[in-house]
């Protein structure tokens, strides 16, 4: 019973933070929510097999952005990856969507963490040092270094 009360200390507390996220990616609101569940039912498949393991909260964006992936990937495969819903992203949308994510990828997972944290889920220096468990001035290092690192990727892309 204590498994199921920690998972659900993680879903109140970062569930609506998981459905934004993976809202940014879809730009469908049931999916999203969809994501998020997925990723809470893994969380708690975790839980139940390791009930001590100290789980961070990135664990959870990876998680959802490899759901993410896989439902994009699915999507490309059936050739519907023009449009992921009816008034979702364009086709030019998406593929700047991916561009992004396979640029990420290519980055530290330090440096991917840090980019997440700041631009997408819009979290302030001081929230990410306490997340990642480092200084503030730190965090601002990672980030100097990964956007630097990014735009390298980037200029690769294009």
Known sequence: MA????????????????????ALYTNDSDLAQDIAQETFIELYRLVLQRPTLDI???????????KIRDYARR????????VLSEGAATSDDWTIRVLVQDALIRLPQIDQECLWLFYYLDLPVDEISILLGIP??????R????RRRFKAIWGDHQ
Do not use: E, Q
Request: net charge positive; no cysteine.
């Open 75 to 82: 999507k490309m495969l059936s050739g519907k990856a023009a």
């Open 3 to 22: 498994n199921v009360s920690k998972v659900d200390v993680w879903v109140k507390a970062w569930g609506d933070k998981l459905v934004k996220f993976a």
């Open 143 to 146: 980030l100097y270094r990964a």
């Open 56 to 66: 961070h909260p990135g664990w959870l964006y990876r998680v959802a952005r490899n």
């Open 136 to 141: 503030s001035a730190s965090v601002r290092g």
